[in-house]
């Protein structure tokens, strides 16, 4: 069963790491890999973030799936993961799903990347002997797909925590749901958090210093970051760990610019496991519990896991700031 994970440009400066000979058009599109026997390929659209927000939603989406098409009847891709901002511009996969002139399965990703986030949290706090009944969590884009599903893992963990997005209907919807001490807002409310994980779907960096309190861990999920190295630079104290990131299992490792060797991310490694276990379903949309457990027992088969934690790609080695 053959892969493919499309996204898009992540910085202006990507495309200068970029082979000419794999710019095809409108679509960047990488010569095929073989992960451990599976094949696939790594595709982006030649879009920044900025645009994939700011241009309107029909034209992008029909870029999207002129690429899944091409990928499906050119390439023989059976599953296509949408990577970052191509996942909410979808409504999670949801719309590609709904498409007669794509015949290919669909997946966002995001279901091992919400267990590697929520892995990420328990881990950073255990390296700091900190017990999360003793902490206040905030979650910014707290009811987006990885979002509901971190929430209603940790937030009946903690002593306290922040529900943050834009809609207010929607973040009382998702406070239904969870058991545990809460609040919503959709006012940036981080400041008195000791945690913060951001899951947005913002084009730029959201957080800044002062949204942060001394010492505060941020797990950034979101692509583009959501916390800038610039702020890390100015706040030492704070401790940022990525997200969305795994070790990848063999020595080679794909052909993203930025992404750290040795790593993938969380989402790339779940279309590719999927791949390899030639599960033909959709996950689109909302996440399956099921589905998640079932995506992290994949990942200690093959090897997919989160060994250390890191900040941007880099290990955190010194986390207790000693």
Not at 87 to 94: A, E, L
Not at 243 to 268: M, Q, R, W
Not at 305 to 321: A, D, Q, R, S
């Amino acid at each position: 069963m053959k892969f493919a994970t499309l996204s898009h440009l992540l910085y202006k400066d990507n495309l200068q790491y970029i082979p000419k000979s794999w710019i095809k058009d409108d679509l960047i599109i990488s010569p095929e890999l073989d992960v451990m026997g599976t094949k696939g390929y790594v595709i982006a659209l030649k879009l920044l973030p900025q645009q994939i927000m700011g241009l309107p939603h029909d034209k992008v989406r029909q870029k999207i799936l002129d690429a899944a098409v091409f990928a499906y009847d050119e390439l023989g891709v059976e599953v296509l993961q949408l990577g970052a901002l191509t996942t909410s511009i979808t409504d999670g996969g949801v719309w590609l799903v709904k498409q007669d002139k794509y015949n290919g399965l669909v997946t966002h990703g995001d279901s091992y990347t919400a267990a590697v986030t929520c892995q990420a949290v328990m881990k950073s706090l255990s390296l700091l002997e900190k017990k999360p009944s003793e902490q206040i969590l905030a979650i910014v884009g707290s009811y987006g797909i990885i979002g509901e599903a971190v929430s209603k893992i940790l937030v009946p963990r903690f002593s306290h925590s922040v529900l943050i997005g834009r809609r207010k209907e929607k973040l009382e919807e998702l406070a239904s749901k969870l058991e545990g001490n809460c609040k919503t807002t959709t006012r940036l409310e981080t400041k008195n958090a000791d945690i913060i994980i951001t899951a947005t779907s913002h084009p730029t960096a959201l957080l800044e210093s002062k949204h942060i309190k001394e010492k505060a861990i941020v797990v950034d999920v979101s692509q583009p970051v959501n916390l800038s190295a610039e702020v890390c630079k100015r706040r030492t104290d704070v401790i940022r760990v990525d997200g969305g990131y795994v070790d990848f299992p063999i020595e080679s490792s794909l052909p993203i610019p930025g992404l750290p060797p040795g790593k993938t991310f969380a989402c790339i490694a779940e279309v590719v496991m999927q791949a390899m276990e030639n599960e033909r379903e959709n996950h689109v949309g909302s996440i399956d519990p099921d589905y998640l457990h079932k995506t992290e027992k994949w990942a200690e088969k093959y090897g997919f896991t989160l060994n250390e934690l890191t900040n941007f790609g880099k290990p955190l080695v010194n986390i207790k700031g000693e």
